[in-house]
T-cell receptor
Framework: GAGVSQTPSNKVTEKGKYVELRCDPI?????LYWYRQSLGQGPEFLIY????????DSGLPNDRFFAVRPEGSVSTLKIQRTERGDSAVYLC??????????????FGPGTRLTVL | AQSVTQPDIHITVSEGASLELRCNYS??????LFWYVQSPGQGLQLLLK??????LVQGIKGFEAEFKRSQSSFNLRKPSVHWSDAAEYFC??????????????FGAGTRLAVHP
């Protein structure tokens, strides 16, 4: 079956602009995660959804970052007033949500965001 | 706070040679432990995971890892490396009392190059 998909694969924007990054999880997966991977670093947790609700948003760096998952499937990560330091690869992962901490997270290929 | 250290940024091995990638974690209790591989243009793929029980875990692609509580380590090994193993490898931990989901904390990664 299809894996996690993310669009766009690359996004170039100017400082101060607004961007939206989209994640399509594996069909039927109720758990969805966003991570951010800066150059030369491992991914850093941003937010976790179980169904439609954000169960843990402790990794969002500030209030310019927001994510939604209105129907419990597709999720959008929204970044307002982008800054050069927001440049990174944004990764989405989904898991079945059925096995708790033993669930395997399946990652998408990521969206590379470049803020000029 | 939990943290993960991967001491080796780059490793080069010859095809057919054995491999060991190091991972050390900092956490008060026994965390859940993971190894992921990231190939160019691909999403992160889970190689193996440890939650409890036998401290030697087998994964996909011929990889194994051993949890050593006394050394706070979870090193990844492969007896004979193939050219297709060239990729970036990430060790990750998740708190064992996470409320039923895994907020993964990743190391900075080790880039593996394989010489023919």
């Amino acid at each position: 079956g299809a894996g996690v998909s993310q669009t766009p694969s690359n996004k170039v924007t100017e400082k101060g602009k607004y961007v939206e990054l989209r994640c399509d999880p594996i069909s039927g997966h109720t758990a969805l995660y966003w991570y951010r991977q800066s150059l030369g670093q491992g991914p850093e947790f941003l937010i976790y959804f179980q169904g439609t609700g954000a169960a843990d948003d402790s990794g969002l760096p500030n209030d310019r970052f927001f994510a939604v998952r209105p129907e419990g499937s597709v999720s959008t990560l929204k970044i307002q007033r982008t800054e050069r330091g927001d440049s990174a690869v944004y990764l989405c992962a989904s898991s079945s949500g059925l096995a708790g901490y033993t669930d395997t997270q399946y990652f998408g290929p990521g969206t590379r965001l470049t803020v000029l | 706070a939990q943290s993960v250290t991967q001491p080796d940024i780059h490793i080069t091995v010859s095809e057919g040679a054995s491999l060991e990638l190091r991972c050390n974690y900092s956490y008060g209790a026994t965390p859940y432990l993971f190894w992921y591989v990231q190939s160019p243009g691909q999403g992160l793929q889970l190689l193996l995971k440890y939650f409890s029980g036998d401290t030697l875990v087998q994964g996909i692609k011929g990889f194994e890892a051993e949890f050593k509580r006394s050394q706070s380590s979870f090193n990844l090994r492969k007896p004979s490396v193939h050219w297709s193993d060239a990729a970036e490898y990430f060790c990750a931990v998740a708190p064992s009392f996470s409320g039923g989901y895994n907020k993964l904390i990743f190391g900075a990664g080790t880039r593996l190059a394989v010489h023919p």
